[in-house]
Each structure stands twice: as structure tokens, then as C-alpha cells.
């Protein structure tokens, strides 16, 4: 069975850190490209960041420069380093594997981890 567990979140102030995880398992992680999604409203999952098998990574434009994904395929863990947050990087972060551009490949979603970035 499919199963993500993030854990890492917080409140935290404008300008702090915080380091994300996501421990997986029922899947192949290796084989997969491995992402960081931000839940909105109405359940839609925006990805904010990507990882290939080999490493190569991918941001979206507002997060470029400020977060680090990284992947231990050894622990099947995804992580994701989130400097300089701003209140714009609220919300509940979940990880999945990829499928096709942004979109998500497995319906199984964790409880995520939230994340507050408030003064």
C-alpha cells in the first residue's frame, strides 16, 4: 500500500527555516521523479519543487534560490530545505511522485505537514 508520512512543518517568522521529510513506502522510490506539493483550496496540489532518480531538480519560480529538494533513495525520504520563508509559503505540504509535467501520480496522499509563516 501506498503511503507518504511528511513531518517538519511549523510556524516559523518571516526570514526562518524550516526542513521538511517525507518518508515513503509501497513504492519504488527510486524510480520515480519525487515532489514537494502545496495544498490549496478546494484540494488542488500545486508542486513547488521536483527531483529526478539521478538528482536533477526542478523549483518553480517563487521558491528558486530559497529551497533545497534532496532525496536518500537508500531511506526512500524525500526532504525539502525551506529558507527565507514568506507568508506566501503557507500551507500544507505533501510529497508524490510525479506524473507527466506537475500533476500527481498517486491518489494516496498523506496527512501533509503544515506550515505557517506569520510575525
Known amino acids: 500500500q501506498v503511503q507518504f508520512v511528511e513531518s517538519g512543518g511549523g510556524l516559523v517568522q518571516p526570514g526562518g527555516s524550516l526542513s521538511l521529510s517525507c518518508a515513503a513506502s509501497?513504492?519504488?522510490?527510486?524510480?520515480?521523479?519525487m515532489g514537494w506539493y502545496r495544498q490549496g483550496p478546494g484540494n488542488q496540489y500545486e508542486l513547488v519543487s521536483s527531483?529526478?532518480?539521478?538528482?536533477?531538480?526542478r523549483y518553480t519560480d517563487p521558491v528558486k534560490g530559497r529551497f533545497t529538494i534532496s532525496r536518500d533513495n537508500a531511506k526512500a525520504t524525500l526532504y525539502l530545505q525551506m529558507n527565507n520563508l514568506n507568508p506566501e509559503d503557507t500551507g500544507v505540504y505533501h510529497c508524490?511522485?510525479?506524473?507527466?509535467?506537475?500533476?500527481?501520480?498517486?491518489?494516496?496522499w498523506g496527512q501533509g505537514t503544515r506550515v505557517t509563516v506569520s510575525s
Open positions: 508524490n511522485a510525479v506524473f507527466g509535467k506537475d500533476d500527481f501520480l498517486f491518489s494516496n
Open positions: 509501497g513504492i519504488a522510490f527510486d524510480a520515480y521523479e
Open positions: 527531483i529526478y532518480r539521478e538528482g536533477n531538480t
